[in-house]
Nanobody, 127 residues
Framework: QVQLVESGGGSVEAGGSLILACTAS????????MSWFRQSPGKKREGLAS????????YYGDSVEGRFTASQDNVKNTLFLQMDSLKPEDTGMYYC????????????????????WGKGTLVTISS
């Protein structure tokens, strides 16, 4: 059984930075894709960033490209999301997700492709 636990959410002013962490326990056969999603009020769940654990390849959504950086610590089984130049529209619940995958990651537009989800951490950006 894989469990994902997010941490690092909070409240910051626009233009500030936050770093989120997702610690994974359990075991996924083979290589995996780990991703960050965001659920904002009144909006559908949005894929932000993915990292393929097999080679460290990263993928980003258009709304966060150049501002957010995904990284991994394989020793600690932890996924990070460095968020810079934050905007009020970045406010939302941030979720970590994972699934076994070969050679890359599912498209960020396909949250249903992920088998495991954390409970989320809240990020609030004030203007």
């Amino acid at each position: 059984q894989v469990q994902l636990v997010e941490s690092g959410g909070g409240s910051v002013e626009a233009g500030g930075s936050l770093i989120l962490a997702c610690t994974a326990s359990g075991f996924i056969d083979g290589t995996a894709c780990m991703s960050w999603f965001r659920q904002s009020p009144g909006k559908k769940r949005e894929g932000l960033a993915s990292i393929w654990t097999g080679g460290g390849t990263t993928y980003y959504g258009d709304s966060v490209e150049g501002r957010f950086t995904a990284s991994q610590d394989n020793v600690k089984n932890t996924l990070f999301l460095q968020m810079d130049s934050l905007k009020p529209e970045d406010t939302g619940m941030y979720y970590c997700a994972a699934t076994s995958y070969i050679g890359g990651c599912p498209a960020l537009e396909t949250p249903d492709a992920y088998d495991y989800w954390g409970k989320g951490t809240l990020v609030t950006i004030s203007s």
